[in-house]
């Protein structure tokens, strides 16, 4: 089936504009990451959702970035009035993740997407 | 807080040789889930291996293997017979089992294969 999808694959913008990005996740796939990767670093881990439950948003850097997920399926990362540090590869991952009677979570493997490689000018 | 760390940077190996990629981590958890990751230059991030803290025998996958060493907190990959196509950055990452959503990922090494 297919895999988790970005886009665009490149954005390049000016410093203050506004960008989206997307993500659509692998069909059934209840849980969905957003990372940042900047040249020659790791992975930063910006948000997370799960289900209908509320968000994990505490690794988003500043109020400038948000993101939703509609549906349980697609979500959109935003980033309000860019900045030249912004510009990094925005990875989106999904799992699907599975509960166990103990209340704990049998972790499943991420898929990533291609990424959007963000450039701000 | 969990970290991760890979003190390689760039590593390289000859066609065919074996190499190993090190990794360690910090927690204080007992439960949790450990990962290597490979992301070629396309920037699709593929899953290479994984291995749960609470087994004891070490993963397997073809030509990759994992060195678990939970006292140590340890978490080396060893590339067997390296093919050109294993060429890529190597992440290795941390997700506790029960708490967080987080996966916790090092710096990477860049592994180069000579022909």
């Known amino acids: 089936g297919a895999g988790v999808s970005q886009s665009p694959s490149n954005k390049v913008t000016e410093k203050g504009k506004d960008v989206e990005l997307r993500c659509d996740p692998i069909s059934g796939h209840t849980a969905l990451y957003w990372y940042r990767q900047s040249l020659g670093q790791g992975l930063e881990f910006l948000i997370y959702f799960q289900g209908n439950s509320a968000p994990d948003k505490s690794g988003l850097p500043s109020d400038r970035f948000s993101a939703e997920r509609t549906g349980g399926s697609v979500s959109t990362l935003t980033i309000q009035r860019t900045q030249q540090e912004d510009s990094a590869v925005y990875l989106c991952?999904?799992?699907?993740?599975?509960?166990?009677?103990?209340?704990?979570?049998?972790?499943?493997?991420?898929?990533f997407g291609p990424g959007t490689r963000l450039t701000v000018l | 807080a969990q970290t991760v760390t890979q003190s390689q940077p760039e590593m390289s190996v000859q066609e065919a040789e074996t190499v190993t990629l090190s990794c360690t981590y910090d927690t204080s958890e007992s439960d949790y889930y450990l990962f290597w990751y490979k992301q070629p230059p396309s920037r699709q991030m593929i899953l290479v291996i994984r291995?749960?803290?609470?087994?004891?025998q070490n993963a397997t996958e073809n030509r990759f293997s994992v060195n678990f060493q939970k006292a140590a907190k340890s978490f080396s990959l060893k590339i067997s017979d390296s093919q050109l196509g294993d060429a890529a950055m190597y992440f290795c990452a941390y997700r506790h089992s029960n708490t967080g959503n987080q996966f916790y990922f090092g710096t990477g090494t860049s592994l180069t294969v000579i022909p």
């Open positions: 291995q749960e803290a609470y087994k004891q």
């Open positions: 991952a999904s799992s699907l993740e599975r509960w166990l009677s103990s209340g704990g979570d049998d972790t499943d493997t991420q898929y």
